[in-house]
């Protein structure tokens, strides 16, 4: 399969610029908005009947780049509920014959801001598809309450209770989230991606390995390979599709041991011959291991939908 290992200049800042501006303290005002609409059931309702008009929820109709649509789901495969927020692409009502690739966005309590603006600010500059952003969140980032460290994690060889929820997340994404969102949207399923920073890219890694065909692309940004690095230096499940892709970004600053385990699986991986998907792996030059996640999501929906990640800005926001 196709593979491809290079190293890319930083995005211009100003891509970035407003999305960037929405940062993590202000998330406890999207939660806020989240617990009152759980306190509204029948707005709930209407929402999930009427999903071309965006929710009547104060301050969320009022940022239009995040905007769209929320709903809580109780998972019976984690056994824990979501919150789903749900951003429309812009076209989204004045074309209702058309239907749109989807996103879903692993640790939506920080990323899904970040990513929603991202993603429309590569429409105007690169031609970017719209897309349907589905942002994954818990509400909290109390680990109490956001289990990410368990849920987009395989079980470890020691006892540890904090491991091991992986397969239970999937199943939710494969048997209820997805399904879920097709009925209530107007989105493709043949172009459907998943996208993590960190554990959740680990996450994503675990969903390219063991369910190849449930995504056509997934982009793995700074993920973590403990537990299961056995899984990730293993040969993938085989896959129907011939159509998919994987993007896989480390970068060149993140915490040296997440880095050494990168580097160690790009060399696996390009002496790995018939992978169910076509391959890009990239470090990123200067890239820490968080705030570098717009940069992971720019670089990989750009080589996903084919657009070229080089193309020189002439003009800033």
Do not use: C
Not at 96 to 104: E, I, S
Not at 151 to 160: E, I, K, R, T
């Amino acid at each position: 399969m196709l593979m491809g290992n290079r190293q890319v200049a930083p995005p211009d800042a100003g891509i970035y610029r407003m999305s960037l501006t929405f940062r993590f303290n202000r998330l406890p005002g999207l939660m806020l908005v989240a617990a009152a609409l759980l306190w509204q059931p029948d707005r709930i309702a209407e929402a999930q009947n009427e999903v071309d008009a965006p929710p009547d929820d104060g301050a969320l109709s009022h940022l239009p780049g995040i905007a769209g649509d929320y709903f809580r789901h109780d998972s019976d495969a984690v056994g824990r509920g979501f919150h789903i927020y749900v951003s429309l692409p812009q076209s989204y009502r004045r074309n209702p014959d058309q239907v749109y690739p989807v996103v879903y966005v692993l640790d939506g309590d920080s990323l899904f801001p970040i990513v929603a603006p991202t993603h429309q600010f590569m429409t105007f500059d690169y031609g970017l598809p719209e897309a349907v952003i589905v942002g994954i969140a818990y509400g909290s980032f109390d680990p109490g309450i956001n289990r990410r460290g368990f849920d987009y994690s395989m079980a470890s060889s020691v006892d540890d209770e904090n491991r091991g929820g992986a397969p239970a997340f999937h199943a939710f994404l494969k048997n209820e989230l997805t399904r879920i969102v097709a009925r209530r949207y107007r989105v493709d399923p043949m172009r459907q991606v998943l996208f993590g920073q960190s554990r959740g890219g680990g996450m994503v890694l675990y969903s390219a390995y063991t369910d190849p065909d449930l995504f056509w692309g997934r982009i793995a940004s700074n993920p973590t390979f403990q537990p299961g690095r056995d899984l990730f230096f293993s040969a993938p499940a085989k896959a129907a599709r011939d159509d998919l892709g994987l993007v896989v970004t480390s970068g060149a600053d993140d915490l040296p041991p997440l880095r050494n385990h990168a580097l160690d699986w790009f060399a696996a991986t390009a002496e790995r011959e018939a992978l169910p998907w076509k391959l890009h792996t990239l470090t990123i030059p200067g890239g820490r291991h968080a705030s570098f996640s717009p940069s992971s999501y720019r670089e990989g929906m750009l080589w996903l939908f084919g657009k070229d990640v080089e193309k020189d800005i002439e003009k800033g926001d």
